[in-house]
């Protein structure tokens, strides 16, 4: 249930209270900005994951790829199975998916994301 909305009338305020009203407004603002942010990163995220699960599934089993281990950090790796892969679905669980799984799973995960990203815009 979205928080009760109180009205305050600013005629009845100090110029204190107006100054602290303000640095309120304009924190919850920011923090508003950053969340939208961090759901665009995380939905970047997931298309850039989408992508690379697309191309392993063209792959061909034996070929040599360099594996990602952090953002700036790749190893040399054989595609071993280009039928099915691991998603991480969160908090360290891990669901062995097909790449069409995989695929969906990934336009669903954007799609809620996209449509947090709208109501965040909308406040």
Do not use: H, W
Not at 38 to 66: C, D, H, W, Y
Request: net charge negative; aromatic share 4%.
């Amino acid at each position: 249930m979205p928080p009760k909305e109180e009205q305050i009338k600013l005629d009845s305020l100090s110029p204190q209270q107006l100054v602290e009203l303000r640095q309120n407004l304009n924190a919850e603002i920011q923090r508003l900005m950053e969340s939208g942010q961090a759901l665009a990163r995380a939905s970047n995220t997931f298309a850039g994951t989408k992508k690379s699960v697309e191309q392993l599934g063209a792959s061909k089993e034996g070929q040599s790829i360099m594996l990602p281990l952090t953002s700036s950090l790749y190893v040399p790796g054989e595609v071993a199975d280009v039928e099915k892969v691991l998603v991480d679905v969160g908090t360290g669980y891990y669901v062995e998916m097909c790449i069409a799984e995989a695929a969906k799973y990934f336009d669903r995960r954007i799609k809620t994301l996209q449509e947090n990203i709208g109501i965040v815009q909308q406040v």
